[in-house]
């Protein structure tokens, strides 16, 4: 059909953080709804590495308003990013938060850890603005 060759594009950071064997990796893309989101996880987790992390959390905040969020397992995560999408007015774009566990609970700094990871992200698409 017409949506043939259409590919959602990831953008991938990499690796943000690593603090006692956990690596924190950021990506996103722009979406507009949930099918979209869930394109783009897929997309993602084509790429082995991705698929066999611990936590893909993400969050998005649709132009109608709509919260869009999965911790994926680490909880909370999901709303750290969606009220820094908030504060951003960032509308229609998911931004994905990925954490490999390296053995070590980091309690409260795993959500300063996705913190950096959303803002390297907020970072790099302003500076491609």
Same mark, same amino acid.
């Given at each position: 059909?017409?949506?043939?060759? $259409?590919?959602?594009?990831?953008?991938?950071?990499? $690796? $943000?953080?690593?603090?006692? &064997?956990?690596?924190?990796?950021?990506?996103?893309?722009? $979406? =507009? /709804?949930?099918?979209?989101?869930?394109?783009?996880?897929?997309?993602?987790?084509?790429?082995?590495?991705?698929?066999?992390?611990?936590?893909?959390?993400?969050?998005?905040?649709?132009?109608?308003?709509?919260?869009?969020?999965?911790? =994926?397992?680490?909880?909370?995560?999901?709303?750290?990013?969606?009220?820094?999408?908030?504060?951003?007015?960032?509308?229609?774009?998911?931004?994905?938060?990925?954490?490999?566990?390296?053995?070590?609970?980091?309690? &409260?700094?795993?959500?300063?850890?996705?913190? /950096?990871?959303?803002?390297?992200?907020? =970072?790099?698409?302003?500076?491609?603005?």
């Amino acid at each position: 059909g017409p949506r043939e060759g $259409i590919k959602t594009v990831m953008q991938q950071l990499g $690796i $943000i953080v690593t603090d006692r &064997g956990s690596k924190y990796a950021v990506s996103g893309a722009p $979406i =507009d /709804s949930r099918d979209a989101a869930k394109a783009c996880l897929k997309t993602l987790k084509r790429d082995k590495r991705y698929a066999k992390a611990t936590h893909n959390t993400w969050a998005a905040i649709l132009s109608d308003g709509q919260v869009l969020k999965n911790d =994926d397992g680490e909880a909370g995560a999901g709303m750290v990013i969606v009220r820094m999408l908030q504060r951003e007015g960032l509308h229609d774009h998911m931004i994905v938060v990925t954490r490999w566990f390296g053995g070590t609970h980091l309690g &409260g700094d795993r959500f300063r850890h996705v913190q /950096s990871c959303v803002r390297q992200y907020l =970072d790099d698409l302003q500076g491609q603005g």
